[in-house]
């Protein structure tokens, strides 16, 4: 089994942020956000702690 439980979420596009933070949960993951803009993302990122991370490679 995996050690990773928390799973942050970057994803500009709100929707698709919480269907994936919605299946994650139901997968069991803890979600870590998500952050929609790029100052929430670095904020979250500095002072949250999580094991693995989506990030939204065009984050508009």
Known sequence: ????KE???VED????????ADL???LGFEV???A????QAIEI???D????AFLDVNLG
């Open 1 to 4: 089994m995996s050690d990773i």
């Open 7 to 9: 799973i942050f979420i």
């Open 13 to 20: 596009d709100t929707i698709v942020a919480l269907d994936m």
């Open 24 to 26: 994650l949960e139901r």
């Open 32 to 34: 870590v956000g998500p």
């Open 36 to 39: 929609v803009h790029q100052e």
């Open 45 to 47: 990122a500095r002072t």
């Open 49 to 52: 702690k999580f094991d693995a």
